[in-house]
Nanobody
Framework: QVQLVESGGGLVQPGGSLRLSCAASGNIFRINDMGWYRQAPGKERELVAAITSGGSTNYADSVKGRFTISRDNVKNTVYLQMNSLKPEDTAVYSC????????????????WGQGTLVTVSS
């Protein structure tokens, strides 16, 4: 009923930039918080950045000053601008959203995208 699709990952050199996008579609009544998570090989999934429906943001300490999360509520899309990328940023990045579906206006859903791979390497 609700899907998230990430895009924008790829191979980039250290110091480079990428912008990830995550578009939500389906029977959406409202999207509350949205966030980006990442999981590197051999490590646990961690929250990278989150943004509320009102635009309040928070970031992991490791990306503060380098990454920026934003959202377009008309397009139901959240973005992650990634600058000054480091090899340790290499991971699968996944989008997450809390969604109120039109099919059940009294029950929020936690929805995940399929993930997009970011590789930072020379």
């Amino acid at each position: 009923q609700v899907q998230l699709v990430e895009s924008g990952g790829g191979l980039v050199q250290p110091g480079g930039s990428l912008r990830l996008s995550c578009a939500a579609s389906g029977n959406i009544f409202r999207i509350n918080d949205m966030g980006w998570y990442r999981q590197a090989p051999g490590k646990e999934r961690e929250l990278v950045a989150a943004i509320t429906s009102g635009g309040s943001t928070n970031y992991a300490d490791s990306v503060k000053g380098r990454f920026t999360i934003s959202r377009d509520n008309v397009k139901n899309t959240v973005y992650l601008q990634m600058n000054s990328l480091k090899p340790e940023d290499t991971a699968v990045y996944s989008c997450n959203a809390e969604v109120l579906p039109r099919t059940n206006l009294r029950g929020n859903l936690e929805v995940w995208g399929q993930g997009t791979l970011v590789t930072v390497s020379s």
